[in-house]
């Protein structure tokens, strides 16, 4: 069953391909049939830069329990670094 759920977020960062690193433009995360994981639905997360081809991709393709823990993990790492970022720019005493 294809289930059309699809999201796509800007990204600012770099990922790396076959060609070696790229800039990134968006990320796209759908939740649908997998092209290489032997599972029948999987979470898919696409790291792209459009403007340079299908070359210019990185992809996983993630069950819906490891993509639970990564969304945790991403949480809990982005929570810490808000913390570590307020306090680097915290005026001393």
């Known amino acids: 069953m294809c289930t059309s759920i699809v999201e796509i977020v800007g990204a600012?960062?770099?990922g790396?391909?076959?060609d070696g690193w790229f800039d990134l433009t968006h990320s796209v995360v759908s939740y649908d049939h997998p092209h290489h994981a032997l599972l029948e639905e999987a979470i898919t997360i696409d790291f792209v830069n459009s403007t340079l081809g299908p070359e210019a991709r990185v992809a996983v393709e993630l069950t819906l329990e490891?993509?639970?823990e990564l969304s945790a993990a991403l949480a809990r790492a982005i929570t810490a670094a808000e913390i570590?970022?307020?306090a680097r720019f915290r005026p001393r005493r």
Request: hydrophobic fraction near 15%; avoid cysteine.
């Open 12 to 14: 600012d960062g770099a």
């Open 16 to 18: 790396k391909g076959g």
């Open 66 to 68: 490891s993509a639970k």
């Open 84 to 86: 570590e970022e307020s």
